[in-house]
């Protein structure tokens, strides 16, 4: 194949010409002083200009180039979620694993560093894809991919367990909701873990709920304590309604809220009322009427519904108060709760 450029000549020219033609640099430069400005520090500043343009578009990408993203693909599965792990030099996954038998189902993998290796870079980009045999079906246990010395490829490096993943176990509720079968819908304050969705059996406007779940096994016992912190706010005013848990196969591993649709977030509102701080903070006595102390409580954990009412959210720090504990003790776990209350940036003082 030729790989030589074709030579675009205009019609009636000769293909020799009696006199060497001026370099195409030369020809370039010759055209911008010809129109540059006639004073010199026009001249200067449009020449300044110039070679900053010049050192943005080529020199820059060179010193400061774009950071390097790797793009994993599994052939039998869709990537949920991911994290690294760098005290293990793994990447975790979370995957959709499509099962020959029953359709879908998730799936945890782990994949080592060094398989980055032997990523295949995409033309132009500073970008890798990584290509990683299929995942074993029809078991529950967990797999490790590594490079495979033998031939300098990746394979399935190690069975990692095959016992059952914790699970919330204080499921309460008897409405329950599979993880893959709940829609993702769009919302501003989504997060890796908080998601709006929607089930056509639920029972609420466009049959929509918030998730919130956990995406990996070190984070079931945060779940499994806001699942029990709203059992005991039943019907409180102060929380939003529980409408069910979610299902990850057998396990459970989150649930679902009501989406308070109107609501918004006390920190987005700008001149804070004494009134609105003030149904923050009834609501806050209220839970701890209850014995509980949020622990992470502030404006950005408060929402206000359209008709005022304050109403709290985020119970992942909770702590239920002992009746072992001196009250003067319990007092000063309140009091601080108080003193939280009134942050906006959403950072606790604890």
């Given at each position: ?6 030579v675009?000549?205009?019609p ?66 869709q ?7 760098f005290?293990s ?9 499509h099962?020959?038998i ?5 799936k ?10 032997l ?5 132009k980009?500073?970008t ?8 074993p079906?029809?078991?529950?246990c ?5 490079v ?19 699970s ?10 599979e ?27 466009g ?25 005991y ?22 649930f679902l ?9 006390t ?6 009322t ?11 006595a ?14 950005g954990?408060c ?5 005022g ?16 504990i ?5 007092q ?16 606790s003082?604890?």
């Amino acid at each position: 194949m030729n790989n030589a450029e074709p030579v675009n000549r205009e019609p009636g020219l000769s293909q020799q010409s009696p006199q060497r033609a001026p370099p195409e640099s030369e020809k370039f430069w010759s055209f911008i002083w010809l129109y540059l400005p006639f004073s010199p520090p026009g001249r200067a500043a449009l020449l300044i200009s110039i070679i900053y343009m010049f050192i943005y578009t080529y020199i820059g990408p060179l010193v400061s180039p774009p950071p390097t993203r790797f793009v994993f693909n599994f052939p039998n599965a869709q990537v949920l979620t991911h994290r690294e792990d760098f005290s293990s030099n793994v990447t975790h996954f979370r995957l959709a694993v499509h099962q020959d038998i029953d359709g879908w189902a998730v799936k945890y993998v782990s994949v080592d560093f060094d398989v980055r290796m032997l990523g295949e870079k995409i033309p132009k980009t500073n970008t890798y894809n990584i290509w990683i045999p299929a995942v074993p079906q029809g078991d529950n246990c967990t797999f490790r991919f590594g490079v495979d010395p033998g031939n300098d490829g990746i394979a399935l490096k190690q069975i990692v367990s095959c016992q059952a993943l914790p699970s919330v176990n204080n499921a309460w509720n008897s409405d329950a909701f599979e993880y893959l079968h709940l829609e993702p819908r769009p919302m501003k304050n989504s997060t890796g873990n908080v998601r709006l969705v929607r089930h056509p059996k639920l029972d609420t406007p466009g049959g929509l709920a918030v998730m919130k779940f956990a995406n990996f096994a070190d984070e079931i016992h945060a779940i499994a304590l806001e699942t029990e912190v709203y059992y005991y706010l039943q019907n409180s005013g102060i929380a939003p309604k529980f409408l069910g848990h979610v299902r990850e196969g057998r396990r459970v591993i989150g649930f679902l809220l009501e989406y308070i649709e109107d609501a918004r977030l006390t920190s987005e509102i700008y001149g804070l009322t004494d009134a609105e701080i003030s149904r923050c903070q009834q609501a806050l006595a209220k839970l701890h009427g209850f014995g509980l102390i949020h622990n992470d409580i502030h404006l950005g954990n408060c929402l206000i519904r359209r008709d005022g009412t304050a109403i709290l959210i985020d119970f992942d720090r909770a702590t239920f108060l002992s009746l072992a504990i001196p009250d003067v003790l319990n007092q000063e776990y309140f009091a601080r709760d108080f003193v939280n209350m009134t942050n906006t940036d959403g950072k606790s003082s604890q």
